[in-house]
């Protein structure tokens, strides 16, 4: 069956780094898009990165860009979140995201938990 299993997260200080793994199973990962989003307490999921399937393109939240570097590795089937410069407001859950478009499929990870405190 489809599986999105996310790890990496964890409690880190403000400055800090933290790298996000989604290991993908159950499906052809690599015509998906993959993308992460996060949900903090409170507020809504907000989209934060996406890759390609073929890796060739990247966007990113503004919240994000310049600090946190979405990446895939097809032949693993994984999707990596390499977060640098952390901040507070970084804290969330983080989720992984497969999709695709024709035809429409999504998946979802069960998410893992980001900590950004001194």
């Known amino acids: 069956q489809v599986q999105l299993v996310e790890s990496g997260g964890g409690l880190v200080q403000p400055g800090g780094s933290l790298r996000l793994s989604c290991a993908a199973s159950?499906?052809?990962?690599?015509?998906?898009?993959m993308s992460w989003y996060r949900q903090a307490p409170g507020k809504e999921r907000e989209l934060v990165a996406t890759?390609?399937?073929?890796?060739?393109?990247?966007t990113y939240a503004d919240s994000v860009k310049g600090r946190f570097t979405i990446s895939r590795d097809n032949a693993k089937n994984t999707v990596y979140l390499q977060m640098n410069s952390l901040k507070p407001e970084d804290t969330a859950v983080y989720y992984c995201?497969?999709?695709?478009?024709?035809?429409?499929?999504?998946?979802w990870g069960q998410g893992t938990q980001v900590t950004v405190s001194s």
């Open positions: 159950g499906f052809t990962f690599s015509v998906y898009a």
């Open positions: 995201n497969a999709a695709r478009v024709r035809p429409y499929f999504v998946y």
């Open positions: 890759i390609t399937p073929a890796g060739g393109t990247t």
